[in-house]
């Protein structure tokens, strides 16, 4: 073994203490500085003169140091020698040495107050666990919705919006995409940042979980094949809040998670003892693609209900206000909104009366279901003409309507969606289905990850197709004009929302260079990720769903209004009040009709009016017109349909 140089021991020990922090590389540089003064003042000590004592030396030598302007004071050659080396030596390491501390260590705390470490005093705001695709449009519907934020704020006394967003790692990127995003703008400000993941308790302790009004958890990306998905940090996220809430006790706060599996809601019950909503998001784009296909045009319905910006939204009103108020009496008063139903309380548990009879009385404890362009039309207006009554008995179950043949759906691209879209076909089981799935994914591995989640149907016949939709050759020996409805969906095994996006737009261009030459153009439904790439297609004639979106605004919904989820779940699910088109031949409708007289007919047939859904788009590209002005005439044309709600029977009952 070689022996230590002192040289190297004393660096090292140098060494240890610089990589300390700033305080102690501003202790090692006072060292030097001593050092430096002690040995200026004993090379000037002999010559004696000024220099009585060795204090006074270094005393003198330590003010050639610091400043530079007393080196015309000095006298004789040695003094002017051991002065012009002090203060060549102060400029080294007084100067440039202890600025470059400072700096650095200004530059530190900075940089770490970007990262957002610092643990927020907030009280009754929002948190948002996860910066994901869905987080923007997220933020956006919050900042958005300005009448069910006003009644949230109230409900909880407080004044002021606040959005806290707990991001793996927090940067001036991410406010730079908060000030550009078209829905935030300069309301960024109202939005915090915090870096960490929601799997960490100190994190959730950084964004102050415990004092939220509610805790919104989205789903995030993972690789394929990852152990930890997005679900397992959901329900590790919820257990660290209900350990701190037990450790602290203190009461738990409301949670809004967004889960894959669906059959992980009994899990995260179990996980979280406190209030809970808990939304599928594959089961949720799932049915509104399955719903989708069965009724093409859906997809405008949802893109107006399930999205923010202008047109009608659903929402929910207290019973308080209303109460001994029959469900006409309330429609009456409000004319610029439809009254679809009530909720009423079932233990802990809300039954959801979609289309009940005018007559009902709403109680104190119900909730009043509207649909409305703004959150203001749901109150009564005493400046508007009150509408006539409408009476309305017990809507008809209309039973399911079984096809004739199997319907034959080709589905492109392979997501994690898949298994509980095949799963969500399966719950028609007066239909049948033939998919035909095609991805460059083994046939294999996708066919054990269907049996997995969905099992085995008779209803439902999968055959797995190896090949790259992208490729003009593969995509046409599959002959797509063979098929009812083609499903173009969004990698999720991609690097981004974009790359996925750039594949399924690519695709839909290849399909519709083939499509143009076959005599029948089937029903196409697009899927996209990012919400930027909704203008791209110009003129494009599939149907467009962009999940984030959609889950984005029914998770910031029911974290305002948490009775919400019901309702939707209710609505498109099948069985039960369902919206659907129907043909204006099947009603006993005059030749001019306004939408008062439309709503009237349904009624009679115990259905409800929602809209018109035009043959023809308008010079917008809009097919749907929900909610037009009462006394508007609808100016039928042929072609056109009405959209409806309507009850149909739960299926195997």
């Known amino acids: 073994m070689l022996p230590f140089r002192v040289v190297d021991r004393v660096k090292f020990i140098v060494e240890r203490q610089l990589v300390k922090g700033a305080g102690f590389q501003l202790v090692v540089v006072g060292i030097f500085i001593g050092l430096i003064s002690l040995i200026g003042g004993m090379l000037v000590v002999p010559q004696g003169g000024e220099f009585e004592d060795a204090g006074s030396a270094i005393w003198w030598a330590f003010l050639r140091l610091t400043d530079p302007g007393y080196l015309g004071d000095d006298v004789g050659t040695w003094q002017r020698i051991v002065s012009t080396l002090l203060t060549v030596s102060g400029y080294v390491v007084f100067m440039g040495t202890l600025v470059a501390i400072l700096t650095r260590w200004l530059i530190a705390k900075m940089q770490d107050l970007e990262r957002g470490l610092t643990p927020v005093t907030l009280k009754n705001h929002i948190v948002v666990l996860g910066w994901t695709s869905q987080t923007l449009p997220l933020l956006a519907e919050l900042l958005g919705s300005s009448g069910r934020m006003r009644r949230f704020l109230e409900k909880h006394d407080t004044q002021k919006l606040n959005l806290v967003v707990l991001s793996e790692e927090a940067s001036a990127e991410q406010v730079h995409e908060l000030r550009m995003e078209p829905g935030i703008g300069r309301r960024f400000r109202q939005i915090i940042l915090r870096s960490g993941s929601a799997i960490q308790p100190d994190a959730l302790h950084r964004v102050a979980c415990l004092d939220a009004a509610a805790v919104i958890v989205p789903s995030a990306a993972h690789e394929a094949g990852s152990l930890v998905t997005s679900d397992v940090e959901t329900v590790k996220a919820l257990l660290s809040i209900a350990a701190q809430a037990r450790h602290l006790h203190a009461p738990l706060p409301f949670v809004v998670a967004e889960i894959q599996d669906v059959r992980k809601h009994a899990v995260i019950e179990r996980a979280y003892p406190g209030g809970v ?24 319905i949802y893109n107006e209900l399930l999205t923010a910006g202008s047109g009608n939204e659903i929402y929910v009103r207290g019973g308080e206000s209303v109460a001994g108020m029959s469900l006409g009496e309330i429609a009456v008063a409000r004319p610029l909104a439809i009254v679809l139903g009530l909720l009423r309380r079932n233990g802990t548990h809300w039954d959801v009366q979609l289309l009940a009879p005018s007559d009902t009385r709403v109680n104190a404890d119900d909730r009043v279901i509207l649909m ?18 409408i009476p309305r008995g017990p809507a008809r179950v209309l039973p399911p309507r079984p096809l004739d043949t199997p319907m034959r759906i080709l589905v492109l691209g392979w997501s994690r969606r898949v298994p509980s879209l095949v799963a969500e076909f399966a719950s028609y089981r007066h239909l049948a289905f033939e998919l035909d799935l095609v991805s460059v994914i083994p046939a294999s591995e996708r066919s054990q990850a269907i049996t997995a989640y969905a099992g085995t149907h008779e209803t439902v016949r999968c055959h797995q197709v190896e090949a790259d939709y992208m490729v003009e050759g593969e995509l046409r020996r599959l002959q797509p004009d063979r098929y009812d409805a083609i499903l173009l969906l969004s990698s999720d095994r991609l690097a981004s929302g974009e790359e996925a996006d750039a594949r399924a737009m690519v695709g839909y261009l290849v399909l519709e260079d083939i499509l143009a030459e076959a005599s029948r153009h089937p029903q196409l439904i697009m899927e996209l990720s990012d919400p930027d790439n909704r203008q791209l297609l110009y003129g494009h004639r599939s149907e467009m769903m962009i999940s984030p979106m959609i889950l984005s605004h029914i998770l910031a919904q029911v974290a305002l209004r948490r009775e919400l989820r019901v309702v939707l779940e209710e609505l498109f699910t099948v069985g039960g009040a369902e919206i659907q088109f129907r043909d204006p031949a099947d009603y006993p409708l005059p030749a001019s009709v306004d939408f008062h007289l439309l709503e009237k007919t349904l009624a009679a047939e115990g259905e409800l009016a929602l809209g018109i859904f035009r043959h023809r788009a308008d010079e917008h590209g809009r097919h749907l017109r929900l909610n037009p002005p009462r006394r508007e005439y609808l100016d039928i044309q042929p072609g056109d349909r009405l959209v409806v709600i309507s009850q149909t029977a739960q299926i195997g009952t």
């Open 372 to 389: 409305a362009r703004d959150y203001s039309e749901t109150e009564p207006d005493n400046k508007l003409q009150s509408l006539p009554d």
């Open 277 to 300: 909503e808990v939304v599928a998001g594959d089961a949720t784009i799932s049915r509104l693609m399955v719903q989708n296909i069965l009724h093409p045009g859906l997809s405008e």
